[in-house]
């Protein structure tokens, strides 16, 4: 969880709460990935148009992370008429980086020493991805 916003969870209820969040009724965009009953991770649009996505490191590597944030940026696409999807990446993180890359994202814009987790600060790069014409 180097590159999360947090230090990792010590005990399974400090990350239950986010489950529980994720399980209330009304408008998803943000959604809990299982396999076979097992959480492996989480991903969507948050903060208004910003992808972000966290898989278990025993899935990476599978392709299922692109799958995730396909899925969610879709149901996005399907339910607003939002011109564009926002992320941001630590750009030592480059499975993500790569990952948005190959969604098609673009690169917009860079800060240095964007967020400081457990006393290890980190740089941003932004990227958008303009809706697509056929939709």
């Not at 529980?20 to 492996?40: C, H, K, N, T």
Request: hydrophobic share 40%.
């Amino acid at each position: 969880m180097k590159h999360w916003d947090s230090p990792p969870h010590k005990t399974p209820d400090d990350t239950r709460h986010i489950h529980a969040q994720l399980s209330q009724p009304g408008e998803r965009r943000y959604f809990v990935w299982d396999m076979g009953g097992e959480i492996i991770g989480a991903g969507g649009i948050h903060a208004g148009d910003e992808l972000g996505f966290i898989l278990h490191p025993e899935y990476w590597g599978k392709g299922l992370a692109r799958e995730g944030a396909e899925a969610a940026m879709s149901h996005f696409w399907a339910t607003t008429d939002a011109p564009r999807i926002t992320a941001a990446a630590d750009p030592d993180n480059l499975a993500s980086v790569g990952l948005l890359t190959r969604l098609g994202f673009r690169v917009t814009g860079f800060r240095r020493e964007a967020m400081c987790v457990a006393g290890y600060w980190s740089d941003d790069v932004y990227f958008a991805l303009a809706r697509p014409s056929d939709r």
